[in-house]
């Protein structure tokens, strides 16, 4: 199959996938994974702002950046600093064959205007001082490797 199809496809996954798996390096070694909310799914985008829907519709429409958030003291942010490369997992149902792995680098977003955006209030359970909780990290990774199964076969290439 053509690989833009493909990535068209991946895209739709990313989109409209709620949740993740993301894979860190353990100080063991080990890897670490545990299920997160997909910021760019749109069932977890039903409750953003405008401005959110617009800044990832605008910016990551054709890329497959993700973001999340975690808390500072987490153990995840830990393993992220000490090694940023990470792995997320998106898959749907078993029926339709259809998974994608994104290797690539976490970094923690700084911007107070980004967090703002893409805060969600939902959120206030976790970080009751809101997107400037100090506790509050929002996490992006940034793609560099991309394989999976897509219908009939695997796929794989790299990001720009």
């Known amino acids: 199959m053509d690989e833009k199809v493909i990535k068209q496809e991946c895209l739709k996954l990313v989109e409209s996938t709620e949740l993740m798996h993301l894979a860190t390096n353990g100080a063991d070694g080990i890897p670490q994974m545990r299920l997160m909310a997909n ?8 409750d953003c702002s405008q401005a ?34 990470v792995s997320l997992y998106y898959c749907k149902s078993p029926e339709e064959l259809h998974t994608l792995l994104v290797c690539g680098v976490a970094e923690e977003v700084t911007d107070m205007e980004l967090k703002k955006c893409l805060w969600r209030e939902g959120w206030k359970m976790h970080w009751p001082g809101g997107a400037e909780d100090p506790e509050l990290v929002l996490l992006k990774v940034t793609a560099k490797h991309i394989k999976g199964w897509y219908k009939e076969g695997p796929f794989e290439f790299t990001c720009q």
């Open 39 to 46: 910021i760019r799914g749109s069932q977890s985008c039903e």
């Open 52 to 85: 959110a829907k617009d800044f990832l519709a605008k910016q990551h429409s054709d890329d497959f950046t993700a973001y999340m958030v975690t808390g500072h003291s987490s153990p995840k942010m830990a393993e992220i600093r000490a090694n940023p490369n």
